[in-house]
Nanobody
Framework: QVQIVESGGGLVQPGGSLRLSCAVSGSIFHLYVMGWYRQAPGKQRELVAAIASGGQTNYADSVKGRFTISRDNAMNTVYLQMNSLKPQDTAVYYC????????????WGQGTQVTVSS
């Protein structure tokens, strides 16, 4: 069973920064497409950023230029560097791992709270 553990959430003032980390168990981390999603109260879960096994990235328009997703395959870890945070970035952030072979395998972390408030 794949385990995903997020860390790095917390309370930050508007304009501040946080870095989220997501550690994934197992030996095929390098094959996963990794993503960060978020869900604010009363809203649907949305994709924030994703990074493919080859390093290609994509971002939600709302975070482009402020957030950066990266991965360290040697450490089985994906990161989300969040700068210039806004109150509307407040949400529970979830890490997601997807691998497609003959079937699709998808795993989620438990989430980490990010609160942007003065």
């Amino acid at each position: 069973q794949v385990q995903i553990v997020e860390s790095g959430g917390g309370l930050v003032q508007p304009g501040g920064s946080l870095r989220l980390s997501c550690a994934v168990s197992g030996s095929i981390f390098h094959l996963y497409v990794m993503g960060w999603y978020r869900q604010a109260p009363g809203k649907q879960r949305e994709l924030v950023a994703a990074i493919a096994s080859g390093g290609q990235t994509n971002y939600a328009d709302s975070v482009k230029g402020r957030f950066t997703i990266s991965r360290d395959n040697a450490m089985n870890t994906v990161y989300l560097q969040m700068n210039s945070l806004k109150p509307q970035d407040t949400a529970v952030y979830y890490c997601n791992a997807v691998w497609t072979d003959v079937r699709r395998y998808e795993y989620w972390g438990q989430g980490t709270q990010v609160t942007v408030s003065s």
